[in-house]
T-cell receptor, first 108, second 118 residues
Framework: SQQGEEDPQALSIQEGENATMNCSYK?????LQWYRQNSGRGLVHLIL?????REKHSGRLRVTLDTSKKSSSLLITASRAADTASYFC????????FGAGTRLTVKP | GAVVSQHPSRVICKSGTSVKIECRSL??????MFWYRQFPKQSLMLMAT?????????EQGVEKDKFLINHASLTLSTLTVTSAHPEDSSFYIC??????????????FGNGTRLTVT
């Protein structure tokens, strides 16, 4: 497949805990992006990491990229109920295609 | 930030009728827009790539005569579901890529249209 694939499919945690989700891909990339989708809404861009970067932070988000393993991880620290959503990774090129995503549920 | 407006957000139509969904980039120009279909708790399935001034490119298995796409301007793409049937009921989402943006810049998404065909 040309798109990234997220893992796990579903993740349920308590508020305040950290959430980690992973993305694997198969081809060479220019950059990798993470998106969030709240139920019944469109996708919202969260963070972009370039192929020459290994780690990037944005607020409570931390993204890592390992191009040798063709994988990325998204860490959400101190999760909140409002973080409940589906999360998708997208790789450039082919960032118009998406995998199944990770459905994160944060329980209050 | 870049905003994509998708309209309507919800529509209910009778079987056999056609429905038009609009995707509009409000503060940027978009040479390329994408249309998706999403079933409950599933991923976005890319239906077609819409290019301004030219014919859309459809993904394998998507009926181009059923899902008509028009991208007549740099800020508007429309998806018309023709002769809708209950199995066309779904969540349709569009996204847009900013013209002239840095290579690999993020896509901007509309908030989707919930289509119910009765």
């Amino acid at each position: 497949s040309q798109q990234g694939e997220e893992d796990p499919q579903a993740l349920s945690i308590q508020e305040g805990e950290n959430a980690t989700m992973n993305c694997s891909y198969k081809t060479s990339i220019n950059n990798l992006q993470w998106y969030r989708q709240n139920s019944g809404r469109g996708l919202v861009h969260l963070i972009l990491i370039r192929s020459n970067e290994r780690e990037k932070h944005s607020g409570r988000l931390r993204v890592t990229l390992d191009t040798s393993k063709k994988s990325s991880s998204l860490l959400i620290t101190a999760s909140r109920a409002a973080d409940t959503a589906s999360y998708f990774c997208a790789t450039v090129p082919n960032d118009m295609r998406f995998g199944a995503g990770t459905r994160l549920t944060v329980k209050p | 930030g870049a905003v994509v407006s998708q309209h309507p957000s919800r529509v209910i139509c009778k079987s056999g009728t056609s429905v038009k969904i609009e995707c509009r980039s409000l503060d940027f120009q978009a040479t390329t827009m994408f249309w998706y279909r999403q079933f409950p708790k599933q991923s976005l399935m890319l239906m077609a790539t819409s290019n301004e001034g030219s014919k859309a490119t459809y993904e394998q298995g998507v009926e181009k005569d059923k899902f008509l796409i028009n991208h007549a301007s740099l800020t508007l793409s429309t998806l018309t579901v023709t002769s809708a049937h209950p199995e066309d009921s779904s969540f349709y989402i569009c996204s847009a890529r900013e013209t002239g943006g840095i290579y690999g810049s993020p896509l901007h998404f509309g908030n989707g249209t919930r289509l119910t065909v009765t």
